[in-house]
């Protein structure tokens, strides 16, 4: 890419940047309650969010109940209690959801759990084998982890280096991120990378995990909506429009698609 491309793509960047979230300090809870109203405010987020829960909380349901609990993890600005109460919110800042959890120690005891859920924080987990111990560790035989993450595709992986303020970096040979980075060294392939690229390195390392679903979703209407950090592009009028393009659209899913849904259940038997 030549300078002038270069610089017409991050004079564009910083134009996209959502005004309201200015001067706030990402990922905290003044950035958390902000972005909750944009996706109240904004119809195409409001609908992916609902249609991402309506998913993971599906996942859920496929679990054994019993006692176990449903966490989410990294809850942010996301509105789960409002679809199921019972849900434990979590977020590593304070007076963002119910409780201070880090991902790589669940403060649950053994099989408590009969699901964990996260939209956009996989990427964000300093250490996935410590997770995925924990994660082991908590949920109830039959338990599921149920996950919404960025997708890799020609398109996303343009889309999240460029536009993004994230890193994406599809060449890491780690499963961990480099914290003193900026933004904690989020790596928005991480997804890919674990469940995908090295699939059969996760399947030897975790045999008590089974990945059970990898999907596309729509992505039409997100990319034209704003998501929660960048101006939204399109009037409320023209909002059913766009829903009918989303539908029209995913034939295209494995070149476009921006997020993908993931559910790995833990093993009913343990393996010996």
Same mark, same amino acid.
């Given at each position: 890419m030549n300078a002038a491309a270069g610089d017409g793509l991050n004079a564009l960047d910083r134009w996209l940047n959502e005004p309201q979230l200015s001067g706030l300090a990402v990922g905290? $809870? =003044?950035?958390? /309650? /902000?972005?909750? #109203?944009?996706i109240a405010d904004r119809p195409l987020v409001n609908g992916a969010y609902l249609g991402w829960y =309506?998913?993971?909380? %599906?996942? &859920? &349901?496929? $679990?054994?109940? %019993? @006692?176990? #609990?449903?966490? =989410?993890?990294?809850?942010? $600005? @996301?509105?789960?209690? %409002?679809?199921?109460p019972n849900v434990i919110t979590s977020d590593v800042v304070r007076g963002a959801s119910d409780?201070?959890? !880090? &991902? +790589?120690?669940?403060?649950? %005891? !053994?099989?408590?759990?009969r699901a964990i859920l996260l939209t956009h924080v996989f990427h964000h987990i300093p250490d996935v084998e410590r997770f995925l111990n924990e994660a082991i560790r908590t949920l109830v035989p039959g338990g599921v982890i149920s996950m919404i993450d960025v997708a890799h595709t020609p398109f996303a992986k343009f889309f999240f280096t460029h536009f993004h303020p994230e890193g994406y970096d599809d060449s890491s040979a780690r499963w961990q991120l480099d914290e003193s980075a900026p933004l904690g060294g989020a790596n928005q392939a991480m997804t890919w990378i674990v469940f995908r690229r090295d699939v059969a390195d996760f399947s030897a390392r975790y045999p008590q995990l089974r990945i059970e679903v990898i999907e596309y979703l729509p992505w039409f209407a997100y990319l034209f909506s704003g998501g929660l950090t960048r101006r939204s592009l399109m009037p409320k009028g023209l909002v059913p429009l766009v829903r009918?393009? !989303?539908v029209a659209s995913r034939p295209l899913d494995r070149v476009? $698609?921006?997020?993908?849904?993931? +559910?790995? +259940?833990? @093993?009913?038997?343990?393996? /010996?």
């Open positions: 905290s $809870a =003044e950035w958390f /309650t /902000t972005q909750r #109203k944009l =309506e998913k993971m909380l %599906g996942d &859920a &349901a496929s $679990a054994p109940s %019993g @006692n176990g #609990k449903i966490l =989410e993890l990294g809850s942010g $600005a @996301n509105f789960v209690k %409002g679809l199921d409780l201070v959890v !880090d &991902a +790589r120690d669940l403060p649950f %005891g !053994d099989e408590s759990l009918l393009l !989303d476009m $698609a921006l997020h993908w849904h993931i +559910r790995i +259940r833990k @093993n009913e038997l343990k393996v /010996t």
